[in-house]
């Protein structure tokens, strides 16, 4: 019976979650959807570090879509943070126009607040 038992690491080996895709970090989102983290005074504003989204979206309307879902966070976090999409920082303001970005499912958003060094 000896041969059937496995080790710790040997289990860890064989129940470990697959790697995350190279460009993403490891979070998952369920199908049809992409995920937000949110850092620093983003995180705590939400009061949680990440949440999904159902996809596809235009990254234009993200922030319309945070603010409706937390009043006031347009003007008193996001209107100052940096966006990052698969690890990629973009710029909304140029982002508007024709061809524009679509959040598609899979994908993860960052919202990054500035950050002072001291």
Known sequence: ???????????ELTSSSPAPMPGTMSSRAPPGHFTVLYFASAASYVK?????????????????VLEKKYPGMKEKVLSSCALT???????????????????????????????SSG
């Open 1 to 11: 019976m000896q041969h059937l038992a496995q080790t710790t690491s040997e289990k």
């Open 48 to 64: 949680k570090t990440s949440e999904t989204f159902e996809a596809p979206l235009p990254a234009a309307k993200l922030f319309d």
């Open 85 to 115: 999409v698969n690890l990629d920082y973009i710029d909304l303001e140029e982002d508007s126009g024709e061809g524009q970005l679509v959040l598609q499912p899979g994908d993860e958003v960052g919202v990054i607040p500035p950050v």
